[in-house]
Structures are given as structure tokens and as C-alpha cells.
């Protein structure tokens, strides 16, 4: 019961926070935004119009997968400072258990990827899109599985640091290669073999790909989705679980 | 628990990284009730041993019993009654006074209404009421340290901790702290342990100190009996021009100078009575050929009493310490 309290004033905590940073939400939306509409609009002249489908639209999910990958880390590497200088100071002192505090951030950073989700999804209509209010329904519930998994994937990479020095290691080694081989620029199936073992190893290629299975109507051609739906669920719940085990352990052993 | 009315005890306790040893075979009893304090200077090991007592540092060695419990065994037992005050300001910017405070008391599982009245109750005796629904990051570095004791309290921990809590405030922020610990020892029966630099703040709260140097404790008693306890009551200063040896070994010889130590032109004496035997030494300076410039006398204090056991000063490293601080605050908003 205390536990389960503690959780609740974590995400609680987090939320009322990223409320009132009116900056951190403005900013968290545009780099979406900037890549759906930049970076999207420019590369589209260069893809087939007979690959299947407009590039904004074949890259529609993987945004959304890049919204939960930055938002989600970014939300679990705060437990580095808020360890050594903030909150978690004086929780790490209070009879709670460290699992609790490890779930609590991971469900923090979930809660705040959905936000974003929510608010980039509802963008559809822009890019042409059609989504009928069933597939918006399931795709913000694949968002949430997919922000909690990698939430506990951020908390178990912020235990190897101990500073936010380290930032900018995180930023380049991991998260950019993490977007990158995630299917959501280009289809895992059409990179070269090495890159595309390497896509299949990255739990956020599971992600993005069910984001895809939810929106996308084909299931055959260059831009279909490169797994079957069920097969990215499985993987999505497996590794979460994976996660948050590490995570604990990691940080229990931190100390 | 408490059945001996030991809040702490400590029993060669013993932390290590790597080849350094950080606190080396300590051991001590707080008695409940007690206002207890460690004196050192930065990198003494208060840090290190603060955080074995509040159970998120193993000892590589040694025993601790917190609040009847043992701190390596029983870590979440002890959490259940301790109460801690890190050093490095820990206060949510971007919340009020009151949700930092509120959101504390919620971790703890405190009921809505018990919650409330406690907060107003702690908001009121902390002097931060007014301010109460402006956000942290208006607050002042000692508005901010009040918040952050009022809301250590919001559970009634029966042991408080306090590491450094003064460190980088103004000198009368530091007043208005120390009036506030001075009242919280008068009213519920709880037991502080305090860990500072500063000696006048461990001389004016602290019923006992132990002072701690490179990982030992060096003397331990109340601050009267730690001034009793080295030779001399009085230290006087004395700014000599063309000050030479021949000039101390001339004072050191006189009956009532127990030490002199020398810094640059100025001399350090610890003698008896030194308000009545500051006109003997100063004729004994002239006679070896010495100039006064500049003479006091001022009564020893606990930083004389390090001195005395350590031959250095606690102050050396104050300075660049304070300066780090400052900026502990920063992190918390970088990188979103």
C-alpha cells in the first residue's frame, strides 16, 4: 500500500511539473513537428510516389516513435539529478522499496510520452492521413506500452552514469542510433543486412512497428510494416519486463 | 526499541573506497534527546558517515544502531524513524512552498487532514506561511533550507539528520536557521544530529560534538568541557613588525602562554586570564625588540580546540566548497 502511494506521488509529482514547464512541453512538440514537416516534406521528393504511400505519411509512426524515445529518456535520466540533488534524496531515505521508485519513474515518463503522443497524433489530418477513431484509440494504447517500455530502458541507462555530464554521451551513442535503426526514417527490411540485425535488436524497432500495424493499411510492399503486430506486442511486453527487473536490480546494487 | 535511550550507537564503524578511507573505525552513543554534533572540516568523512547512518552507504566495517535498528541489517526499519536534511538543497524549483511539502507528506502515506493541519502547523513555525503558495524557485537560499526542515518534520521523524545545514547561506539566513533547530529541540522530544564546518554553530546548538578529523574522531565532549579540556582560556593575537624567534621563545617562557604559533607577522598565543596578562606579553614582545601593530584577546573557541588537537584550521577550505554549492541547484533544469 505504501508502495503503491509512493508511485502515485511519483508520477503525480513529474506530471504537475511538466505541466508548468510550459517550455520543456513547447519544445518537446516541435521536434516532431520540425521532423514530420521539414525533414519529411524535403524527403518525400526523393521517394517514389509509387512506394506506397506519401513519405509524411510512411514516417507518420516513426515520430511518433522519436516523441516517446526522447521524451521517455530524457523523463528517466532526470532520476540521475534528482538523485544526487533533488527529490530523491530524501525519498531514497523513506521506507519505500527501490522497485516502487524504479516503476514510479518509469510510469512518470510514460505519462508524459502519452501527452505528446496525444498532442502529434492528433496532427493526422495534416499530413492526409485517415484514421478512424478506433485505430487513434489503439495507437495511443501502443504508444503507452511502447513509452513504458522505453522509460524502463532509460532508468536502466541512467544507472550506468552517475552525472549529467554524461548527457551528451546518452544523446549520441544512444538515442540517435536507437532512432535511426528503428524503421522509422526507412523499412527495416530494405537495409543492408548488418544494419538491419542491428535494427531487430533495438526494442524500439518492435515500437515503431506496431505503431505502423495500427495506422498503415497495407500489408504487403516496400513501406508495409516489417512485423506481424503480435509478434511486436510480445516483444514490447517481454523486454518492458525485462526492463523494469534490470532497472531495480541496477539500482538497488547503485547504492 | 530505545529501551536503553540510545538514539545512535556506533561502533568502530569503518568506510573505505578504494585505497582511500573515508571514516576510519569510529565509534560514539547519541543519547535520545540529544542535540549532537560532528565539527570537521570539509573531507573529514561527515558526508560519508551521515550516509551510513541513514542507511544508503554499507560500512566496510563497524556497526551502527539507529533508532534501535541496525543500519546495514534492518535499513528499512531505521528509514521508518529518521528524518534527513541533505546537504545540497533538495526543494523542487518549480513547485510551492506547500506542494514540495505536501507531496513529501503523501510519500509518507499521511492522511488529507493530518496532512494539511501539519503542513500549515510547520509553515507557521518555519516563518515560510505568507510565502507558502509562492513557487521554490522566488525563494531565497535560506527560505529554501526552512522548507526543506519544516518538510523533513511533516512525518514526526524521531531522529533528524542534518548535513551541512547551513552551508552557503548569508550570516543571518544561518541566524534564522539556527533559531529554528533551537525551537525544535524545546518542543517534541526528538533527537538532532548535525554535521557542519562551522564551529560557531556547532559551539551554539549542540549539547555535544565530537570533532572529526581525516576520518577519526580527534575529541568528543560538550563545547565547555572540549574548551576545558586543552590548556589556556584565552587566545590573544599580536601583529609584531620584525617579529623573530628570539621573540616567541621569549613568550614561551613566560608561566600563563601554554603555545604559540606563528603566521607571518602575527603571532597566535593560547595563555591564562589573557585580558590581565595582555600588558606582561606585550612588554615582553618590546623587550626582545618586537613593534606592536595590532593586539586582541579573545576567548577560545571550538575552532581553537581543532587547532589544538590538529595543528591546522577548520576555515583552510570553506571558501571553494560554498562556491560549488551554489550551483548544486542548476541541474534540475538543464537537459529537458
Known sequence: MTDLNAIYVIVMRELKKFVREKSRLVSSIARPLIWLFLVGAGMSRLVSPRAGMPYTRFIFPGILGMTILFSSIFSSISIIWDKEFGFLKEILVAPVRRSSIVIGKSLSGTAVSAIQVFIVLMTFPVIGERLSFLQVLLTLLVGLLVAFSISSFGIVIATFYENYESFSVIMNFIIMPMFFLSGAMYPVKLLPSALRWASRLNPLTYGVDALKNTMFQAKAGPMSPDFSFSLDMLVIALSSAVFVLLASVFFERKQ | ?336
Open chain 2, 1 to 336: 526499541m530505545l529501551r536503553d535511550g540510545k538514539a545512535i550507537t556506533v561502533s568502530g564503524i569503518t568506510r573505505e573506497f578504494g585505497p582511500a578511507t573515508a571514516v576510519d573505525g569510529i565509534s560514539f552513543e547519541v543519547d535520545r534527546g540529544e542535540f549532537f554534533g560532528f565539527l570537521g572540516p570539509n573531507g573529514a568523512g561527515k558526508t560519508t558517515l551521515i550516509r551510513m547512518l541513514t542507511t544508503l552507504l554499507k560500512p566496510t566495517s563497524g556497526q551502527a544502531i539507529v533508532s534501535g535498528f541496525d543500519v546495514a541489517e534492518d535499513p528499512a526499519r531505521v528509514r521508518k524513524h529518521i528524518g534527513v536534511v541533505p546537504q545540497a538543497m533538495t526543494s523542487d524549483l518549480d513547485l510551492t512552498g506547500r506542494e514540495n511539502m505536501d507531496i513529501y507528506g503523501r510519500f509518507y502515506g499521511i492522511r488529507s487532514g493530518e496532512r494539511k493541519e501539519r503542513i500549515e502547523y510547520l509553515l507557521e513555525m518555519v516563518g515560510l506561511a505568507p510565502r507558502a503558495d509562492d513557487l521554490v524557485a522566488t525563494y531565497s537560499g535560506g527560505m529554501r533550507r526552512r522548507l526543506e526542515i519544516a518538510r523533513v518534520l511533516v512525518h514526526k521523524p524521531a531522529l533528524l539528520f542534518l548535513d551541512e545545514p547551513t552551508i552557503g547561506l548569508d550570516p543571518q539566513s544561518r541566524r534564522v536557521v539556527w533559531e529554528l533547530l533551537k525551537k525544535l529541540m524545546q518542543g517534541d522530544s526528538i533527537t538532532i544530529f548535525l554535521t557542519t564546518h562551522y564551529m560557531e554553530e556547532a559551539e551554539l546548538l549542540c549539547g555535544r560534538v565530537a570533532i572529526i578529523d581525516a576520518g577519526k574522531i580527534i575529541a568528543m565532549g560538550s563545547p565547555a568541557a572540549l574548551k576545558a579540556g586543552i590548556p589556556g582560556n584565552d587566545i590573544v593575537t599580536l601583529k609584531v613588525g620584525g617579529l623573530t624567534d628570539e621573540i616567541i621563545g621569549a613568550m614561551e617562557k613566560l608561566p600563563f602562554v601554554h603555545k604559540v604559533s606563528r603566521e607571518e607577522d602575527s603571532l597566535a598565543a593560547s595563555v591564562d586570564n589573557g585580558a590581565e596578562n595582555l600588558p606582561q606579553l606585550i612588554d615582553v614582545v618590546r623587550a626582545s625588540g618586537g613593534a606592536i601593530v595590532a593586539a586582541s584577546v579573545h576567548e577560545q573557541s571550538l575552532e581553537d580546540v581543532f587547532i589544538h588537537y590538529t595543528g591546522k584550521s577548520i576555515r583552510e577550505e570553506e571558501a571553494r566548497k560554498v562556491s560549488f554549492l551554489i550551483g548544486a541547484g542548476m541541474p534540475q533544469r538543464l537537459g529537458r
